[in-house]
């Protein structure tokens, strides 16, 4: 069963910027498709907002908030998938999951925490 552990998110100053990383376990990715998540704090909908996703194809897609900013990426053979953020802004601050999609099912990281503040 595929596991799904997020790291890379801490505290940066606006206009900064980050690399999250989801690293799989248990099975490999690479016939996944990949998404990378966020859910802000005290969002009163309780629902987690999809910001860029990549195909097994490494086709990526993007939000319209992250459109230009915000880079998604997979290495199979590290078996990690990557999103690297740029010009962050206070409205960015969320916790960020990583989500696979595969024929076990749906698979969720644990959440990375980003703050973004001066």
């Known amino acids: 069963q595929m596991r799904l552990v997020e790291s890379g998110g801490g505290l940066v100053q606006p206009g900064g910027s980050l690399k999250l990383s989801c690293r799989a376990f248990?099975?490999?990715?690479?016939?996944?498709?990949m998404a990378w998540f966020r859910q802000a704090p005290g969002d009163k909908r309780d629902e987690r907002d999809l910001?860029?996703?990549?195909?097994?194809?490494?086709?990526?897609s993007y939000a319209d908030s992250v459109m230009g900013r915000f880079t998604i990426s997979r290495d199979n053979d590290m078996n990690t998938m990557y999103l690297e953020m740029m010009r962050l802004k206070p409205e960015d601050t969320a916790t960020y999951y990583c989500?696979?999609?595969?024929?076990?099912?749906?698979?969720w990281g644990q959440g990375t925490q980003v703050t973004v503040s001066s």
């Open positions: 248990g099975s490999i990715i690479s016939r996944s498709t």
């Open positions: 910001i860029a996703g990549i195909s097994p194809g490494f086709v990526p």
């Open positions: 989500r696979a999609v595969n024929s076990e099912g749906v698979i």
